[in-house]
């Protein structure tokens, strides 16, 4: 039978890989936006929020570092701010 605690960390796991689905469909909402009008929103700025993602997943699955909340943290702010930077770029004809 499965423990508590594993099922927690697959439930941890599971959210991480949500969010990391939902990063990559804003770079790509970018990359699509820089194609189609020939601006250039900076969809790579993404890169960085999705590769904390993926050293968040690492370290649940690992237990090496307790720096998991913080990395999130971290993550969720910057995806937040590049997102807002995104919808200004776009809904206002870019800068």
Do not use: C
Request: no cysteine.
């Amino acid at each position: 039978m499965v423990d508590s605690a594993t099922i927690g960390i697959v439930l941890e796991v599971y959210a991480w890989l949500i969010a990391a689905i939902i990063a990559t469909y804003a770079a790509s909402i970018s990359l699509f936006y820089q194609k189609k009008f020939d601006e250039s929103p900076e969809y790579y700025f993404f890169v960085v929020p999705l590769l904390l993602l993926i050293v968040a997943i690492l370290q649940i699955i690992d237990h090496t570092f307790s720096l998991t909340n913080v990395i999130g943290t971290i993550t969720g702010l910057m995806f937040f701010l590049f997102s807002v930077r995104l919808y200004i770029h776009m809904t206002e004809g870019g800068s």
